[in-house]
């Protein structure tokens, strides 16, 4: 089975809906983290979170909220969908083992937003 | 300026090939460097850290130089399966990770 896990892998929704997109991991790792890629752009980081408690913005939170149910289980929301945040969306963890923070990613979320 | 830049591609080389990447960056207090491969359609993986003295995986080479900001991935004795997007990641001094856009790679038989 695979170690990060997201669901769905594909959405096609209407602007202005309210998505979620789930990541579920089985490593064990404390850090969490959720990007969008682009054609052409590299992957940018939505927002991050080193422990259930914690929740940090990354470069592109605008218009995107998460949560961190369980050390396991990070969730991403788009309250209002738009055009624009047509992307595919990855989910990955890290653990800071000699300070490389290796990151493990999720098989993506391909979102259309009509 | 983009914060990290890399040819775009796509790179056609034959099989057998070497083949070498640049990839450059614009902040200098940035502490750790990366090339990540990420396949059609697939999820980025780590491919190897690039340390300052320069390293070695198999018939993969990484290098930093500091003074120039760019690091550079060569690949020797290129296979069939080394097609793939080829992401140069750095971290900067606020532990976050950038990323460039990648270089496409095609081996061709």
């Known amino acids: 089975d695979a170690d990060v896990t997201q669901t769905p892998r594909n959405r096609i929704t209407k602007t202005g809906k309210r998505i979620m997109l789930e990541c579920s991991q089985t490593?064990?790792?404390?850090?969490m983290y959720w990007y969008r890629q682009d054609p052409g752009l590299g992957l940018r980081l939505i927002y991050y979170s080193f422990d259930v408690k914690d929740i940090n913005k990354g470069e592109i939170s605008d218009g995107y909220s998460v949560s961190r149910q369980a050390q396991a289980k990070f969730s991403l929301s788009l309250e209002s969908a738009i055009p624009n945040q047509t992307a595919l969306y990855f989910c990955a963890t890290s653990d800071w083992v000699g300070g490389t923070d290796t990151q493990y990613f999720g098989p993506g979320t391909r979102l259309t937003v009509l | 300026r983009k914060e990290v830049e890399q040819d775009p591609g796509p790179f056609n080389v034959p099989e057998g090939a070497t083949v070498a990447f640049n990839c450059t960056y614009s902040n200098s207090a940035s502490q750790s460097f990366f090339w990540y491969r990420q396949d059609c359609r697939k999820e980025p993986k780590l491919l190897m850290s690039?340390?300052?003295?320069?390293n070695e995986d198999g018939r993969f080479t990484a290098q930093l130089n500091r003074a120039s900001q760019y690091i550079s991935l060569l690949i020797r004795d290129s296979k069939l399966s080394d097609s793939a997007t080829y992401l140069c990641?750095?971290?900067?001094?606020?532990?976050?990770?950038?990323w460039g856009a990648g270089t496409k790679l095609i081996i061709k038989p």
């Open positions: 990641v750095v971290k900067g001094s606020n532990y976050q990770l950038i």
């Open positions: 690039v340390y300052s003295s320069g």
């Open positions: 490593k064990g790792h404390d850090r």
